[in-house]
């Protein structure tokens, strides 16, 4: 909790539901004698939950938050270090908050399609406190003992590096953006015109979302990456090489018709610091190196085709040391004022 108590938050309307999703019958006939058998049964699946806060006299544009690779709303909640994260900023600003657990994932974790073995992320235990904090670009490893960059902007204490390795969740099932996109569409035409605002590999899920819904306003992304980003198809461009293969930056092609609806909205893409400029050893910046030239290669195709999309690097606002998880560094407050500014000077406030 924090010490740093602020006036209370005064909510007019919240709850909690699934969205979208489907089903799956088994083969045979059910038997009251073998109750725990699959056959005859029905399986639900594959849809997505959402937890949303009505703040008094809420502004007309719901937030829909999405989560990154491996996290769940938790991402959007209160700080490792035990501050007021967007969910909660937002609402003080008169904003409609929504936040989702994708398909297959958190409190969504009933899946359709079991894992193929290939998500390094869907299993227990997950061994992987190392590759988290290094792709997250919060420092490097000392043997067992991280040691943070020097002007890093995550707090350096043991109990938020407790709380930072704590927030991984494991996918229950297939990583299938085109599913978790579904389910946000779905979640749109119940909640009306709204704000998508994404982070990592949720970015690719925005993308998708205007093909299946005219009811996206704006896209805010942070840091999208880690899944492929959306190009007309004949325009892809090669993936950005990096030092460790399986971590470059990856593109995908779609029909152009799908890809215009793109440019129909306004966009915003912002990332952090300690992105390498060119090829190093270190495989969060490399990684993220990769990450950020292809997202200048997005935003450029999109204005090309007519489109409203930008591209904000926080080190040319004088902005220093922030980690992937910028909305929940130490400055996560100056983050939320750069995106609600950005709101604004797009009417959408």
Request: glycine fraction near 10%.
């Amino acid at each position: 909790m924090s010490n740093n108590p602020k006036q209370p938050l005064i909510i007019a309307e919240q709850g909690s539901f699934a969205i979208g999703g489907s089903t799956l019958k088994h083969d045979g006939v059910f038997r009251t004698d073998h109750f725990l058998e699959p056959e005859g049964q029905i399986a639900y699946g594959d849809h997505a939950y959402a937890f949303y806060q009505v703040p008094v006299d809420a502004r007309p544009y719901p937030l829909i938050f999405q989560h990154g690779g491996a996290q769940c709303k938790r991402t959007w909640e209160t700080t490792p270090d035990g501050r007021e994260g967007f969910q909660t900023l937002f609402l003080r600003k008169g904003y409609t908050t929504v936040l989702i657990d994708q398909p297959r994932m958190g409190e969504a974790g009933l899946a359709l399609k079991a894992d193929d073995g290939r998500n390094p992320y869907a299993k227990n235990p997950l061994y992987a406190d190392k590759t988290m904090y290094m792709l997250c670009r919060c420092g490097i490893f000392d043997g067992d003992t991280p040691v943070p960059y020097e002007d890093s902007a995550m707090a350096g204490d043991a109990e938020t590096y407790n709380q930072f390795q704590r927030s991984w969740t494991p996918y229950e099932g297939e990583l299938d953006d085109d599913v978790s996109a579904n389910a946000m569409a779905a979640l749109l035409e119940k909640m009306g015109p709204s704000i998508l605002v994404t982070h990592s590999m949720g970015g690719t899920i925005g993308w998708r979302t205007p093909f299946r819904t005219d009811k996206v306003k704006a896209i805010i992304a942070f840091e999208p990456g880690g899944s492929p980003f959306i190009f007309p198809e004949g325009e892809v461009p090669e993936p950005v090489p990096t030092l460790y293969d399986p971590v470059k930056a990856q593109a995908m092609g779609v029909p152009l018709e799908s890809f215009l609806a793109l440019t129909k909205l306004p966009m915003v893409l912002f990332y952090g610091d300690h992105i390498s400029d060119g090829t190093t050893d270190e495989i969060g910046p490399d990684k993220w190196r990769s990450e950020f030239m292809m997202a200048k290669e997005f935003v450029s195709c999109v204005n090309r085709h007519g489109g409203m999309a930008e591209i904000v690097h926080l080190p040319d606002l004088g902005i220093k040391g922030n980690t992937h998880f910028l909305m929940a560094d130490k400055n996560n407050e100056v983050i939320a004022g750069l995106m609600a500014d950005w709101l604004s000077a797009k009417g959408l406030s």
